[in-house]
């Protein structure tokens, strides 16, 4: 059989996988003939890569060889096998793995960011950018003012490989109107490596639709799926008069004029709020 490690192939390359026919020497058998398929490693395996594809999953045998061509789609520190095996009764339904294919990165295309409770999955669809369910797992779970979120930035290749040559300062915000009281908005941050890992606070109550953060580069932007903002734990009462308007997140907490004069034996609306730190 192969003595070789096979050569490093990157993500989105087509690479060749050749199937023959042998002895038990692994002399090539040329009077062979039959249908070969190709598959990859079972779901759940270290080597197998979910987003994989042949671009043709079944050829013939002639003189005892055959040929497939291959994309892999999962880059980032990744092993990944190819399995062979027969369709046709004379050839035994025989099986055989490749040896472990290095599977490298493509070029940088894109950013990555995730929120809260959000991870990685390189290679997974789709391939675009921007808020996707590409290349991710788990959700941006709801938030309140008293958390603070993990934020987590990635330059990535076109399949979401994490592309750990590229370095750079990325530009951080929110669409919190008030949390710069809180972080820098937009704040800088230094990616070596790749990745890097940062946090973030909200000051502004937005259960729905939620808030979004965007990270920019030169020639790159992308943005993050919505995070739902709740309150804080109570702290304290907020009390207001007529003409005045709650400003949650606001430095005062309130909005409006100076209260008017009151006349005696006339109601005035007061309201008082039960609110969080930050109103």
Same mark, same amino acid.
């Given at each position: 059989?192969?003595?070789?490690?096979?050569?490093?192939?990157?993500?989105?390359?087509?690479?060749?996988?050749?199937?023959?026919?042998?002895?038990?020497?692994?002399? &090539?058998?040329?009077?062979? *003939?039959?249908?070969?398929?190709?598959?990859?490693?079972?779901?759940?395996?270290?080597?197998?890569?979910?987003?994989?594809?042949?671009?043709?999953?079944?050829?013939?045998?002639?003189?005892?060889?055959?040929?497939?061509?291959?994309?892999?789609?999962?880059?980032?520190?990744?092993?990944? #096998?190819?399995?062979?095996? *027969?369709?046709?009764?004379?050839?035994?339904?025989?099986?055989? %793995?490749?040896?472990?294919?290095?599977?490298?990165?493509?070029?940088?295309?894109?950013?990555?960011?995730?929120?809260?409770?959000?991870?990685?999955?390189?290679?997974?669809?789709?391939?675009?950018?921007?808020?996707?369910?590409?290349?991710?797992?788990?959700?941006?779970?709801? #938030?309140?003012?008293?958390?603070?979120?993990?934020?987590?930035? #990635?330059?990535?290749?076109?399949?979401?490989?994490?592309?750990?040559?590229?370095?750079?300062?990325?530009?951080?915000?929110?669409?919190?109107?008030?949390?710069?009281?809180?972080?820098?908005?937009?704040?800088?941050?230094?990616?070596?490596?790749?990745?890097?890992?940062?946090?973030?606070?909200?000051?502004?109550?937005? %259960? $729905?639709?939620?808030?979004?953060?965007?990270?920019?580069?030169?020639?790159?932007?992308? *943005?993050? $799926?919505?995070? $739902?903002?709740?309150?804080?734990?109570?702290?304290?009462?907020?009390?207001?008069?007529?003409?005045?308007?709650?400003?949650?997140?606001?430095?005062?907490?309130?909005?409006?004029?100076?209260?008017?004069?009151?006349?005696?034996?006339?109601?005035?609306? &007061?309201?008082?709020?039960?609110?969080?730190?930050?109103?």
């Amino acid at each position: 059989g192969p003595s070789y490690q096979p050569s490093p192939v990157r993500a989105g390359e087509v690479s060749t996988i050749t199937v023959h026919a042998t002895d038990s020497s692994y002399n &090539v058998d040329t009077t062979t *003939s039959g249908w070969e398929q190709v598959s990859f490693t079972d779901a759940g395996s270290p080597y197998d890569d979910p987003y994989a594809s042949a671009v043709s999953t079944a050829m013939y045998l002639t003189n005892g060889t055959t040929s497939f061509q291959v994309i892999f789609r999962t880059g980032e520190n990744k092993l990944t #096998r190819v399995v062979a095996f *027969s369709t046709t009764n004379a050839l035994n339904n025989y099986a055989r %793995e490749t040896q472990d294919i290095p599977v490298l990165p493509g070029d940088v295309q894109k950013l990555q960011v995730l929120i809260a409770d959000e991870y990685p999955v390189p290679g997974k669809p789709p391939y675009d950018y921007g808020e996707t369910a590409g290349g991710k797992g788990g959700s941006s779970t709801p #938030r309140s003012t008293d958390q603070t979120s993990t934020v987590t930035v #990635r330059f990535v290749d076109q399949f979401w490989n994490l592309a750990d040559s590229m370095s750079g300062q990325i530009s951080l915000r929110s669409s919190d109107p008030q949390d710069d009281a809180m972080n820098p908005d937009p704040k800088t941050i230094d990616v070596v490596g790749g990745s890097t890992v940062t946090y973030w606070r909200f000051k502004q109550v937005n %259960e $729905s639709p939620g808030w979004k953060m965007w990270a920019e580069y030169p020639g790159m932007e992308t *943005s993050t $799926s919505s995070v $739902s903002v709740t309150p804080g734990r109570f702290v304290k009462l907020q009390v207001l008069l007529p003409g005045e308007a709650a400003d949650p997140g606001g430095l005062t907490g309130k909005t409006g004029a100076a209260p008017s004069h009151w006349t005696a034996g006339i109601a005035s609306t &007061v309201t008082v709020n039960a609110v969080d730190e930050f109103f």
